[in-house]
């Protein structure tokens, strides 16, 4: 089946730094890449939609400024957490598609941001 | 905004019990997932839902989507501790949008 590779799994980074997390599709080319947000025991929060060769669009509350989607390639979406605080610490996890409409989503197996 | 409410939120039964999760919206989805998380591990699709009316199993796992396509149901029966673990519906839209998940556990 198809493959979404996240990377890293897990990182610590100091609040003030900022921490890029790579989301890759192995075995098929994603038009659209999804980057959600998700706190302990609660469900995923949808942060943006980004679509390849074009501006990412972000949900109502995401800042864009200091969350930086860059989908530059139909394998790869990258989210940078910019200035990251204490309060950035979250499980990230992304999740691509080929193709428009209900098609199947391949989610990551997410990436566990600590900032201290 | 659509939203998807599902109930209820923690569920803790003994093995061999049946339970029954709902995820409802006052919107119209196109189509309807259920997923399975485990802890630290992106979710895992378990079943999609289209037809109104349809009724999908999975093994032990019986789905429903609401004839109106507007809410949907998902009922274990005899459950295991293996299936312990964070239940989500997600509705599409266009994106897939998540309710705020069914943590489930099964004590033996």
């Known amino acids: 089946g198809a493959v979404v590779s996240q990377h890293p799994s897990r990182v610590i980074c100091k609040s003030g730094t900022s921490v890029k997390i790579e989301c890759r599709s192995l075995?098929?080319?994603?038009?659209?890449m999804f980057w959600y947000r998700q706190f302990p025991k609660q469900s995923l929060m949808l942060m943006a939609t980004?679509?390849?060769?074009?501006?990412?669009t972000y949900e109502q509350g995401v800042e864009k400024d200091k969350f930086l989607i860059n989908h530059a390639s139909l394998t790869l979406s990258t989210l940078t957490v910019t200035s990251a605080h204490p309060e950035d610490s979250s499980f990230y996890i992304c999740s691509a598609r080929w193709g428009q409409g209900t098609s199947t989503l391949h989610f990551g197996n997410g990436t566990r941001l600590t900032v201290t | 905004t659509q939203l998807l409410e599902q109930s209820p939120q923690f569920l803790s039964i003994q093995e061999g019990e049946n339970l029954t999760v709902y995820c409802n919206s006052s919107?119209?989805?196109?189509?309807l997932q259920w997923y399975r998380q485990e802890p630290g591990e992106g979710p895992v699709l378990l079943v999609t839902v289209v037809t109104g009316g349809e009724v999908k199993k999975l093994k032990r796992l019986t789905f429903q989507f609401g004839d109106a396509r507007k809410d949907s149901s998902l009922h274990i029966t005899a459950a295991q501790p293996g299936d312990t673990g964070l239940y989500l519906c997600a509705g599409h839209t266009g994106k897939l949008i998540f309710g705020q998940g069914t943590t489930l556990q099964v004590k033996p």
């Open positions: 980004s679509n390849e060769g074009s501006k990412a």
């Open positions: 919107s119209v989805f196109s189509s």
């Open positions: 075995d098929f080319q994603a038009t659209t």
